[in-house]
């Protein structure tokens, strides 16, 4: 134990049959460094597009309340990284401490995301964000390239366009080598009729391009390159500062759930688009919101399509309503006046709620909407959500184990959650407490000892490794990765447990 009353991750990781692979780590950029590098790759472009989202928040943080309220600006994250652990803060800076601590911090591989430059996918100017894109990719290659065997960085791409994705994915993974991809999602786009008749309000009259359903653009080619050249594509977009999280006085009121309502919005559009549907073998994660949001959103599907299938249209069709019995039913119980009103057939259907005429359907050609995931039966909304959705998930949170919950989720399923430190935020104030945190789970009887290695290793494995078998290789879990990836899961487990 440790003299707070952790259990020592070294010790907890020592008496485990499998490795922990960190599938969602922070690095912090040093400003001075990275944009020294920038400019060296991209020019001054590059370091302007890396510095805008840092330069907007402390914009934003110099302003009084009473401006951010009267322009309903959200309240910024402030003193958002470690500071009294100095270690820890220079260990999430600084890749060969990191890589010198992963025994200590119980860990054997690591995917890291950036910090400062979670942002750049969303720069609005095209040429600005490709640019800077680039050339943040190129730098994060070689960062972290010396540490290859212990962690990877993600590449950062832009989606405003397939065009730029694909261009951005085909020079990450063919020319720099980068196995891990973070795609922009959440696009914001200008509402075609603002603009048109208000052109000085189009920036802020938006609306946010989820990449599926009612997309401006198909997205099917960029899916189409991510399996050609075997990246799981992830999304580690938030929420904060619009919608229903603009406080302009209160933090935390904006950041509670924020990456969950915005991974919700992806993987809903993906899934009601057909995206599962056409492309069975891609997988896709959705960072740091946790999964008790998808829990629920797994459920919701499957009982709306209960509701909402097309055969089950029809017993809310307006068509199908027994005019003569309502009439009959209304003289003998209803008012005069509602009899009378329904004596006049044109009237029929007039409630105080809504529209009821059979043509009143919103202009909509196929009244399915499923149509995109084909589902012949509830079993298939099962497959087409399990095997294709990863979430991930921070050691600290509770609702990890809903997850695993196979009797509480229909059809006995378990959610893919994947285990992620979150290290270099403020919400891990000392990186050695991490995996013990995960593990209180397993301590506190909420999840099985099998469940916590799918958490922290074998669904990790699955998700970057069956998409590319060789994502792997050379690095310090790549034995026990190939013999899960070949062997499946419980003869790799057995195989490990027998050589302990």
Partial sequence: MSSNGHVKAAGLRAHLHHPIID??????????????????????RAVDGFSLFGSQVAKELAMSVPERRAQRIAQQAFWGLPAKNTRDRATAMMPRLLYERMEELGLDFTVLY???????????????????????????????????DRMTPAAVIPMHTPEEAIEELEHAVKQLGLKVVMMGSMIRRPIPAMAEKHADMAKVSVWFDAL?????????????????LGVSPSFHTGGRGYGLRVSPTNFTYNHIGHFAVANEAVCKALFMGGVTRRFPQLKFAFLEGGVGWACQLYADLIGHWDKRNLEALEEVNPKNLNQKLLLELAEAYGSEGMAEVLRRRDAAFDTAVAPQGAATTGGIDNLDDYAACQIKRPEDLRDLFMNNFYFGCEADDPMNAWAFNRQGNPFGAQLNALFGSDIGHFDVPDMTHVVPEAHELVDDGLISEDDFRDFVFANPVRF??????????????EAEAAKLLTKGYKEASHDAQLSK
Wanted: proline share 6%; net charge negative; hydrophobic share 35%.
């Fill in 23 to 44: 599938a969602d780590g922070h690095w912090l950029e040093f400003g001075p460094t990275v944009r020294e590098q920038l400019r060296k790759i991209g020019g001054d």
């Fill in 114 to 148: 950036p910090t400062a430059g979670l942002g750049i996918p969303r720069l609005e100017d095209e040429e600005l964000r490709r640019t800077t894109c680039r050339a943040f990719n190129i730098f994060s290659a070689d960062y972290f390239r010396a540490f290859s």
């Fill in 212 to 228: 599926g359903v009612d997309s401006d653009y198909d997205y099917d080619p960029v899916w189409r390159k991510c399996v050609e």
């Fill in 464 to 477: 970057w490794g069956e998409a590319n078998p060789n994502f792997f290789k050379g690095t310090a879990v």
